[in-house]
């Protein structure tokens, strides 16, 4: 009796297992075509009471991807993606700072090329079907292990796994930030005077890419200890501020799979700044404070609470 009853759990649990690898599978086929997938549409973008609507399109170029969107409230703005470099457009610097901030959560590409590792701190559920943008879609949720982290909902669409729809969610469920499709068109975009922007200044903004080898120079002389499991290295550099060669600016890039993290430690001035928390765009938030002669900034898209708990916890030891 007690074989019989071993051999149905085993039978009731390898299907289950299968469908969960599957799962993953998918998320990280969506993964892919939130960055390729040609396309034309519009979305909203909801975050603290504010809504905010962009149009983009997404074509093959010489470098690879290029993409263009436009803000079509509030700032005038474009961010345009030309293989793995991002360009800020805007009629003057004002505009140009604000599409630098909207440049930071790029919809729908809001996860990460290289999801090594999100298993170790999130778990993933399928949940029911669902239509956005006149398109059946269905749910896929990220939910973080610990009540550190936000959890990931992501309604993908059954014909290229594009996400339609996601919502980032606080360890109790709320919605804190959220992006949907209004119209789309999966088809590549035929006039490629679609890609050029209207705006005569730009603004450099950053390498697209999220999965650079960490170089090593940013972690000379300096060890961090205390960031939560699950957080790995990946990108370690130095800089000079302007006029302060003296003064480096260190710069470590840590991820879980899901979370960008980015640790800044600078020497501290004359006048130590105190601690602060802010949310600085939609799900992304920054901590700043003192610690042994250095300024430590936190930036990351974790709740507020902890990335001032985690402002405290860390520890960085001089070699």
Known sequence: MRLKHLTAIVCIALPALAHAADDWQTLKKSAQASRNQVLTGTYLHQMSGVVETFHIVRGAGAEGVIELRQSLDGTPREIVRNGSELTG???????????????????????????????????????????????????????????ARYGLRLCLDRASLLPLKIMTLSPTQEPVEQYMFTELDLAAPKDRNQFKPHYPLSLPIRNASTSVPPSGAGMDGVEVR?????FRLIRALQRSLPGQAEHPVRHLVYTDGLVMLSLFIEPATAEPRAERVSTLYGAVAMASGSQGGMQLTLVGDLPEASMMSLLKSIRVVQK
């Open 89 to 147: 457009y805007g009629p003057d610097k004002k505009a140009l700072m604000a599409a630098k901030v909207s440049a930071m959560r790029l919809f729908p590409a809001l996860l990460p090329d290289d999801m090594a590792g999100v298993a170790e701190s999130y778990t993933l559920q399928r949940l029911a079907g669902d239509r956005v943008a006149q398109r059946e879609c269905d749910w896929l949720e990220l939910k973080a292990k610990d009540r």
């Open 226 to 230: 205390g960031l939560p499991s699950g």
